[in-house]
C-alpha cells in the first residue's frame, strides 16, 4: 500500500506543488496556462481526463517540474543482471546501479540554461508528454522494470495541475516577494510547504459540492 500511495500521491503532488511554485515567480507562466484551459476547457466546466492531449503547455509545465524537480536524487536501485558496457564504461555483473536524476535532468550539455524552470523547452518535441524515453530525465523510465503506471500517473499530474491553475487565480501571499524555491537537501522535496492565496475564478455552481 505504501509503494502505491508513492507512486500514485506523492509523484504527482510533488510535481504540482514544484510547478506551481515556480509558476508564481513567473507569473507569465501562470498566464500562458490559464489562457489555454480557458481556451481548450472554458469556464463553464472543470477539466476532465479528455482534455489532456489539448493542452500541451499545461502538460510542458508538469514535465518540466519532473525534469528539474524529482522526488529523489536517485532512481529506484537496479542490478545488472550481465557484464555490460555503458558509454565506455565496464559494469560488471552484480553491480548495483543507480541513475541520478538530478545529473540526467540537470546535464548542462543536454538543457540550456537547466536550473531554470521554462516549460517552453518541451513545447518543440514531436509529441509533449510526460514519458522522457530518452532518458534525458527520468520520469517514468522505460523497459522491463520501468513505471507501470505511466499513463494513470500523467492523468494524475496534469488533472491536479490543471484543475488547480482553472480553478483559482494564484498569488504570491502579500508581504512575501517570492515563493521559497529551497528543497531538503535528501529527499528534493520542498523545504517548505507551498503557501499562496488562491482565489475561485469560476461560477460557483462548478465546483464540487
Ligand atoms: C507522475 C507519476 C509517476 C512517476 C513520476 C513515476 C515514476 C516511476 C519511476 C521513475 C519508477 C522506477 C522505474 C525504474 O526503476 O526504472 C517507477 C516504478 C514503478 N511505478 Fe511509477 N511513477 C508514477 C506513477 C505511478 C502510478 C500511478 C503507478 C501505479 C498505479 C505506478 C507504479 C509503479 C510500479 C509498480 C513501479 C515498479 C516497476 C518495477 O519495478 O517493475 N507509478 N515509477
Not at 508513492?6 to 511554485?21: M, R
Request: aromatic share 8%.
Amino acid at each position: 500500500m505504501q509503494e502505491l500511495f508513492l507512486a500514485t500521491v506523492d509523484n504527482p503532488y510533488n510535481a504540482a506543488e514544484w510547478a506551481l511554485s515556480e509558476m508564481l515567480n513567473q507569473p507569465n507562466q501562470l498566464e500562458k496556462a490559464v489562457e489555454e484551459l480557458d481556451r481548450v476547457v472554458g469556464k463553464d466546466r472543470l477539466l476532465q481526463e479528455s482534455d489532456i492531449p489539448h493542452l500541451p503547455y499545461v502538460i510542458a509545465c508538469a514535465r518540466e517540474a519532473l525534469r528539474l524537480h524529482p522526488m529523489g536524487p536517485f532512481n529506484l536501485p537496479h542490478v545488472s543482471s550481465s557484464d555490460c558496457i555503458v558509454s565506455g564504461y565496464f559494469i560488471p555483473k552484480g553491480s548495483s546501479v543507480l541513475l541520478g536524476r538530478l545529473g540526467l535532468g540537470r546535464n548542462p550539455a543536454v538543457w540550456d540554461d537547466p536550473m531554470l524552470f521554462d516549460p517552453e523547452r518541451h513545447l518543440s518535441e514531436r509529441h509533449v508528454d510526460l514519458a522522457e524515453t530518452e532518458l534525458r530525465f527520468i520520469s517514468f523510465t522505460r523497459g522491463r522494470r520501468g513505471c507501470v503506471g505511466g499513463v494513470l500517473g500523467t492523468n494524475l499530474t496534469v488533472m491536479l495541475l490543471g484543475r488547480l491553475l482553472q480553478g483559482f487565480n494564484w498569488n504570491v501571499p502579500e508581504g512575501l516577494d517570492k515563493i521559497d524555491l529551497s528543497c531538503e537537501a535528501d529527499s528534493l522535496l520542498k523545504a517548505t510547504p507551498l503557501f499562496a492565496h488562491a482565489k475561485p475564478r469560476l461560477n460557483p455552481s462548478v465546483y464540487p459540492s
